[in-house]
């Protein structure tokens, strides 16, 4: 080895350490011996593996002056290299930022804490993070969901405490290992006008489902979101503990007019010709789901007779809609199910079993065409993702009248009249109290939807249009009295106060009224009084802005 002088490195190291090392060359030849590097400056040799940890390890503890120099960064393969065999700090950003987001994962799809243990779980986040540390599931169940609970928790009370009133819906249900719950969901409007909607809280009810003890609830969930119970419009179902409930602090209460669809429809359903008629499709939908030869079967007949390749349903006694849905899919299939009961296969293992007669199906067909408008009606309510109370009266109404008795059609046959019946003497008791129609039609009135309210009677119209515009005027009144004595203990500046103007809702109001009860001003005196001393009323003073 020649080592009288330091050749320089080969320019295809490029690091900015080869500037202080080189290497010797080997004796007797041109050749470089790559087995040592060699340092410039003490002339030091280290042992040389192919990179340049040993080299920046020499230049930092014998150098130390030229290491924040001239040590440079590995390079960009090398970062990357050392960031794969690098695990991330569960304190870093980005493994905090994983973390959130599986317990968001596990919140937001009901997702058991047991999934961060799951093999395919895991392999995925190392495919997609390989630094990543999973943290246990006793993390995500004691620290990291309940973190995100709070954190949307404080976000939701928040929120809440900005509005001016709160909707709040209570339902309660029983889980499949008979465990009794209640979830409340609270429904507010922001402040740039949009509905929102929050799940408050899903908890057991152990206690008996008594007035009082769900009255207690309503208070339990005020206090913890810091709500005025005074000031709740709760919706439940038709359930008598809950109507109670609402009446003993006589709270603003309406409800669930979907619940109120399925009590009519239920109540028509129980009559004698359709539950015969509904046991009979049961059996036979029940044979099919139950035989693997006959759903074969069914599903052949299907291709031949060139009809949709639908399986038959089943009613759930809990959703009446359910059981028009499976006289439908027996109606479409009924071609392929008379064959397929017909065929010797299917009548070895199901000998019993017949299909209707014509009777039958002529009633299954009426029964159908008479729970269509019901069908209707739940799909408007449930469609909508943010469905208001301002369509409960149109529908109400519409329902009602196609089901009376006076507009029954001739032809109707004996069935469609008794489902008609039994339909409109369960939905006329409902809504039937004057708070109720008063909040329904002002609700109706002022969707611009329904605002000419045609359900309604002329003399009921106008006296609805009076009766909001007077509460909008009284509550105009309200805010400017509040503002004057606000404005009142701050000292005003000179001049003439400005005089005031009706707020926009007020204009609003008296414009659609006008537009409305031309005919019969006469019956409109209450309102034209109430906005005529509202904008005749002595002008509040009002600062003028500095």
């Known amino acids: 080895m020649d080592e009288t002088e330091i050749q320089p490195a080969p320019s295809s190291l490029k690091a900015k350490v080869w500037l202080h090392f080189g290497f010797y060359r080997m004796l007797g030849s041109t050749a470089l011996d790559m087995t040592h590097t060699v340092c410039k400056l003490c002339k030091t040799k280290t042992k040389y593996f192919g990179n340049t940890t040993n080299a920046r390890a020499h230049i930092t503890r014998h150098h130390p002056e030229l290491s924040d120099t001239d040590q440079s960064q590995p390079p960009a393969a090398d970062q990357r290299t050392l960031q794969c065999f690098t695990k991330l700090l569960a304190n870093s950003e980005r493994a905090k930022k994983i973390t959130r987001s599986i317990a968001c994962f596990i919140a937001k799809d009901l997702r058991p804490y047991s999934v961060v243990e799951n093999e395919g779980f895991v392999c995925m986040l190392q495919t997609l993070e390989p630094r990543y540390a999973i943290p246990s599931r006793k993390f995500f169940t004691e620290t990291a969901v309940p973190q995100l609970y709070n954190e949307t928790k404080r976000k939701v009370a928040s929120a809440l405490t900005k509005t001016t009133r709160v909707a709040l819906t209570c339902d309660a249900w029983t889980s499949r290992a008979t465990k009794s719950f209640v979830t409340f969901t609270a429904h507010y409007i922001t402040d740039t006008w949009v509905l929102e909607s929050r799940v408050l809280q899903t908890r057991v009810m152990h206690e008996s489902h008594t007035a009082v003890n769900v009255n207690a609830i309503f208070h339990s969930v ?315 009323a002595p002008p509040v003073s009002v600062r003028e802005p500095a």
């Open 222 to 536: 005020a206090n913890e979101w810091e709500l005025t119970v005074s000031d709740l419009v709760i919706v439940t179902d038709n359930a008598a503990n809950m109507l109670a409930a609402a009446q003993i602090d006589n709270l603003a209460h309406i409800t669930c007019f979907a619940h109120t669809l399925n009590l009519a429809a239920q109540r028509a359903l129980k009559l004698t010709t359709v539950s015969r008629l509904l046991g009979r499709i049961r059996r036979i939908t029940g044979f099919f789901h139950r035989s693997a030869i006959a759903n074969h079967e069914l599903l052949e007949k299907q291709k031949l007779l060139q009809l949709p390749v639908h399986k038959l349903k089943t009613d759930v006694a809990t959703r009446w809609n359910s059981a028009l849905d499976m006289i439908e899919r027996f109606l479409e299939q009924q071609p392929a199910i008379c064959a397929a009961l017909l065929s010797p296969q299917v009548r070895k293992s199901g000998s019993d079993i017949c299909t209707l007669s014509e009777t039958d199906i002529s009633n299954a067909e009426e029964i159908a065409s008479a729970l269509k408008p019901m069908k209707d009606a739940t799909h408007i309510m449930s469609e909508d993702s943010t469905p208001t109370l301002s369509v409960i009266a149109p529908l109400h109404a519409q329902l009602l009248h196609d089901t009376e008795a006076a507009g029954v059609a001739a032809a109707d046959t004996p069935v469609i009249r008794e489902i008609k019946q039994a339909i409109h003497d369960d939905l006329a008791k409902r809504y039937s109290s004057a708070r109720d129609k008063r909040m329904l039609y002002s609700a109706s009135f002022l969707d611009p939807r329904f605002k000419a309210l045609p359900f309604l009677t002329e003399e009921d119209q106008l006296e609805i249009h009076a009766n909001v515009i007077a509460e909008a005027a009284a509550l105009e009144r309200q805010v400017n009295s509040e503002e004057a004595e606000v404005e009142s203990e701050t000292p005003q500046q000179e001049g003439p106060a400005p005089k005031r103007r009706p707020s926009a809702l007020v204009t609003l109001l008296g414009k659609t009224f006008t537009e409305v009860s031309v005919v019969r001003r006469s019956a409109s005196s209450r309102a034209e009084e109430e906005l005529k001393k509202y904008l005749e």
